[in-house]
């Protein structure tokens, strides 16, 4: 891991624009999409994160041929001669479970190392394994990995006990080239499973419903490549406008589908922040006290869980107390006591926080505990009296494409 640390003097006002990068969930569930695929693809708009560098490691370990050139990827996964994740892959980053339906579906086989525990709470594959079982394979666990095995995926009808974003993606794409038709129900809606329904349908698949609760995957022989372009980073662009409400800022984000931020536009707009929205923009600007108000994590369209630390840490510059609950994941809450270190009051019981203030924010030396809680510490940092360092940013560095002279170029005093 990179020792590297993110400097920030805190107190200059976000102003100017940002253009977003493409999504990093579109495009790790996308990359993972061209195992199925006997011909190359071309993925567009690709971020440039550590996680795509880890992916693209995976892939090639399988047997895949991986390029970059510029902002675009090159996949050829013609020939595959291994199927299996290993240990230092799947704990660089939980994704990576996500080859396990196109492997399955395209050789009958996958080996994938369990995910473990990490900073955001145990997170089990059980709705994966359930479905593939229900297509036909057995899984078997031994030695700390998960094998699945099938002489042919079978279409079957699957009930997700929770619209699970990554069962969803791996179980379309597991059904993309099984015989006959899936019907997954209680699906997760958000606009990355639609992203990967549309890569799936360009490569000659047939998939309906992606963005509601039922999504219809009828099985096709084969899938050939094709051109992608990947949506653009809904949480990239949220960060930013919390970063420039929590600056009392004027910030443009270009590269926006307004549509994918509307819980967090209406909860900016609550605290009191003006939005205006453009075709494929967003401007924020903030006059006068921001306000507190509460906000509960819910798979999509509620409000992302995704942003719950950015938003904890705007609410610890609001007037008031603000109650936020977290129902996605267990655990997810280890920002607060980095953010306690720099002032800020917040009182954790169970799956909620109660943030009060507005508090004093002062400069001092944090440590991401994940890539969503390494951004909240920027965003504190940013209206933060005197300096902050913010170590551990190779987790950051997992979601985050070109941060630093993304934030400079709009007036943040940041440095690496
Ligand atoms: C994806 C996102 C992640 C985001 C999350 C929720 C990617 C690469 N990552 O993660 O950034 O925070 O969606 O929006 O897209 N669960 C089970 N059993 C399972 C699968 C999940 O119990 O088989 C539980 C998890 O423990 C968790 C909840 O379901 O509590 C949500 O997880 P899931 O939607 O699967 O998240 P990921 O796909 O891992």
Same mark, same amino acid.
């Given at each position: 891991?990179?020792?590297? *640390?993110?400097?920030?003097? !805190? ?14 969930? $579109? ?20 971020? *440039? ?20 050139? &510029? *902002? ?35 050789? !009958?086989? $996958? ?5 473990? +525990? ?43 006990? /929770? ?31 639609? &992203? ?5 349908? $360009?490569? +000659? ?32 662009? !949220? ?10 800022? &004027? ?10 931020? *509307? ?10 922040? /003006? ?26 369209? !509620? ?6 630390? =950015? ?51 002062? +400069? ?44 400079? =170029? ?7």
């Amino acid at each position: 891991m990179s020792e590297d *640390k993110i400097i920030i003097e !805190g107190g200059h006002r976000l102003k100017g624009s940002i253009t977003v990068s493409g999504a990093k969930n $579109a495009v790790l569930p996308v990359i993972t999409a061209t195992l199925l695929s006997s011909t190359p693809c071309r993925i567009i708009d690709v971020p *440039k994160l550590a996680d795509v560098e880890v992916i693209s490691q995976v892939l090639e370990s399988l047997g895949a041929k991986v390029s970059f050139l &510029d *902002k675009d990827l090159y996949v050829d996964a013609s020939n595959l001669s291994r199927c299996e994740a290993s240990d230092d892959m799947v704990r660089k980053m939980r994704a990576s479970i996500l080859v396990m339906g196109p492997l399955l579906a395209r050789t !009958g086989k $996958a080996k994938v190392s369990m995910p473990g +525990g990490c900073a955001i709470g145990t997170r089990p594959i059980d709705l994966h394994l359930k479905g593939f079982e229900a297509m036909g394979a057995t899984i078997r666990k031994e030695h700390g990995y998960v094998l699945a095995e099938t002489a042919g995926l079978k279409g079957a009808r699957i009930y997700l006990d /929770f619209p699970s974003v990554g069962a969803t993606e791996n179980l379309m794409m597991a059904a993309a080239l099984a015989k006959g038709t899936t019907i997954l129900e209680n699906t997760a809606e958000e606009p990355e499973i639609v &992203d990967l329904a549309n890569f799936l349908n $360009a490569m +000659g698949g047939r998939v309906r419903g992606a963005g509601t609760k039922i999504i219809k995957i009828e099985g096709v022989p084969e899938l050939t490549g094709c051109e992608h372009q990947v949506i653009p980073d809904r949480i990239e662009a !949220g960060s930013y406008l919390i970063a420039a409400a929590i600056t009392g800022g &004027d910030l443009i984000v270009e590269n926006v589908i307004p549509d994918h931020l *509307k819980p967090v536009i209406a909860k900016l707009e609550e605290v009191g922040c /003006f939005i205006y929205e453009g075709e494929s923009s967003l401007q924020i600007k903030t006059a006068g006290p921001l306000q507190a108000v509460d906000i509960k994590t819910l798979p999509y369209p !509620g409000f992302p869980t995704d942003m719950q630390a =950015q938003f904890m840490a705007l609410m610890t510059k609001a007037q008031g107390a603000s109650v936020i609950t977290e129902t996605v994941f267990e655990n997810r809450f280890m920002h607060a006591e980095e953010l306690r270190r720099m002032g800020a009051d917040i009182r954790i019981n169970g799956r909620s926080a109660v943030v009060e203030g507005p508090s004093h924010l002062q +400069g001092a030396a944090v440590k991401s505990t994940d890539l969503r809680a390494g951004m909240a510490l920027v965003i504190a940092a940013l209206a933060a009296e005197g300096t902050t360092e913010v170590g551990n940013i190779s987790l950051i560095d997992r979601g985050y494409d070109n941060l630093v002279e993304k934030l400079q =170029q709009v007036g943040a005093k940041i440095r690496r």
